[in-house]
Every structure is written in structure tokens, then in C-alpha cells.
């Protein structure tokens, strides 16, 4: 299981465009990266996953550069409602075990 | 409707008093573990189970166990609860082992013990 490093916290505004990364130097080759979303006193969520290049839905977008050591989850006009703490994982359908780790907490201000 | 359930959502109990948190899931799904959150920490896996009869431990499991023995139940035991078993507990399944199946979160119990 590739080791990821995320920022602790991050603020906003409402309306702008949130851009979390997200470190995997140690990425393999058959890992994907995947984003949770957690609001506070609730399980995460699954919010979106990808490979490589770019993967977008009705929620996020998330970036992935050619060399995979990074990504970014991109958040588009976010709302208060977006409040919440964002988890970065990497892994294999190999893998056993599943690491969440600490995540980003995002705070949107008014 | 696709779920993972857990019980109780709240417990107060007392070191050394056993207990037991239920999780049960609907969806047929053969991966379950669970997981503990504690302000700072984020989430950390305690047991998981890819199968019916088959667990392992993840990364915080003294002084915990788990059980299998059918597909859409994962109890969780604290057989002697300390205060530092103190957290909060999620259960969630996939439909397979690893980081690519999303996992469903059950909705949390919160564990106070004095």
C-alpha cells in the first residue's frame, strides 16, 4: 500500500474552486487513487476514483499527471455544505488491508 | 435499500464489562472491516474479513476481536473494554477485497468507556 501525505486543513469561500492534492511517491503500477468525503458524525463516502490523466463526475474532478505521484481532487463552487474532511487513498485489488489515514479537512466560509 | 447497519449508535459501559457492536449489511458484499476514529488520527482499520470465516488484523487490533461466520454479519467484541477503547466505530463492506472496491460505511457508534 502506496504511503500518501495530504495537507491537514484547508479553507474557502463559497463559490470558489477547491483544489486538494494529494502525495503517493510510491505508487505501484496496478494502484488507483481514490477520494472519500467525510461529514462530521457520519462514515465517508465515496466521492470519485481514478487511474491516470483526468476523471470527472456530477461531484469532483480529479487530476492525475503522467508519472502518478500526485493527484488532485478538484472541487467546483463549492457551498458550506462541502465542509468536510477528505481522505486520499491508494491501493490495489490485491491489497488486503485499506489505509485511510487523516485526511484533509476542508472548511468553506461564507 | 443498500445498507450497512451497526448497533447500538451509542454506548457508555464501564472497564472491563463486555461488549458487543453489531454490523450487518445487505448488499452480498464478502469484503467487511472495521474501523475506529479518534480526533487527529483519522480512520484506522482494527479487523477486517475478506470471506465468510476468514479475518485479519489491520493496523489497531489489541484488544479486539471479530467474527465471520456468515455473509452480511461482522460483530465487533471488546471482550475486557479500557478507556482508551474509547472512539468512535464505523463498519463498512465492499463487494471485494482492496483499495479499488468502494467501501460502505455504516453510520457509526459512538463508544464512551469509563
Known amino acids: 500500500l502506496a504511503k500518501t501525505t495530504q495537507p491537514i486543513s484547508m479553507d474557502s469561500y463559497e463559490g470558489q474552486e477547491v483544489n486538494i492534492t494529494c502525495s503517493h511517491n510510491?505508487?505501484?503500477?496496478?494502484?488507483?487513487i481514490t477520494w472519500y468525503q467525510q461529514f462530521p458524525s457520519q462514515g465517508p463516502r465515496f466521492i470519485i476514483q481514478g487511474y491516470k490523466t483526468k476523471v470527472t463526475n456530477e461531484v469532483a474532478s480529479l487530476f492525475i499527471p503522467a508519472d502518478r505521484k500526485s493527484s488532485t481532487l478538484s472541487l467546483p463552487r463549492v457551498s458550506l455544505s462541502d465542509t468536510a474532511v477528505y481522505y486520499c487513498l491508494v491501493g490495489g485489488n490485491r491489497d488486503d488491508k485499506i489505509i485511510f489515514g487523516k485526511g484533509t479537512r476542508l472548511h468553506i466560509l461564507p | 435499500e443498500a445498507q450497512v447497519t451497526q448497533n447500538p449508535r451509542y454506548l457508555i459501559t464501564v472497564t472491563g464489562k463486555k461488549l458487543t457492536v453489531t454490523c450487518s449489511q445487505n448488499?452480498?458484499?464478502?469484503?467487511m472491516s472495521w474501523y475506529r476514529q479518534d480526533p487527529g488520527l483519522g480512520l484506522r482499520q482494527i479487523y477486517y474479513s475478506m470471506n465468510v470465516e476468514v479475518t485479519d488484523k489491520g493496523d489497531v487490533p489489541e484488544g479486539y476481536k471479530v467474527s465471520r461466520k456468515e455473509k452480511r454479519n461482522f460483530p465487533l467484541i471488546l471482550e475486557s473494554p479500557s478507556p482508551n477503547q474509547t472512539s468512535l466505530y464505523f463498519c463498512?463492506?465492499?463487494?471485494?477485497?482492496?483499495?479499488?472496491?468502494?467501501?460502505?460505511f455504516g453510520p457509526g457508534t459512538r463508544l464512551t468507556v469509563l
Open positions: 510510491n505508487i505501484a503500477t496496478n494502484d488507483y
Open positions: 463498512a463492506s465492499s463487494r471485494n477485497r482492496g483499495g479499488t472496491s468502494t467501501q460502505y
Open positions: 448488499m452480498n458484499h464478502e469484503y
